[in-house]
C-alpha cells in the first residue's frame, strides 16, 4: 500500500508512471471526480535529505 497524502491542490502519492493508468480507474470507479493529474520529481536536495534521515533513523 503507498501512502496517500491529502493536500490543499488533491491527493499526492508515489507512483512510477506505469501505475497512473491504473490509479486513475481505481479512483474513477470509487466515485472520485479527476480533473487532472500531474507527474513530479524530487530535487536531487530532497532525494539525498529522503535517502539520509533513513540512514540515521535505523
Known amino acids: 500500500m503507498k501512502k496517500v497524502q491529502i493536500e490543499s491542490e488533491g491527493l499526492s502519492l508515489p507512483a512510477n508512471r506505469e501505475e497512473i493508468p491504473r490509479i486513475n480507474s481505481a479512483l474513477v470507479a470509487a466515485g472520485i471526480n479527476v480533473s487532472a493529474i500531474q507527474t513530479a520529481t524530487q530535487s536531487l536536495e530532497e532525494k539525498f535529505l529522503q ?7 535505523g
Not at 51 to 57: K, L, M, Q
Request: aromatic share 0%; no cysteine.
Open 51 to 57: 535517502v539520509t534521515s533513513r540512514e540515521n533513523a
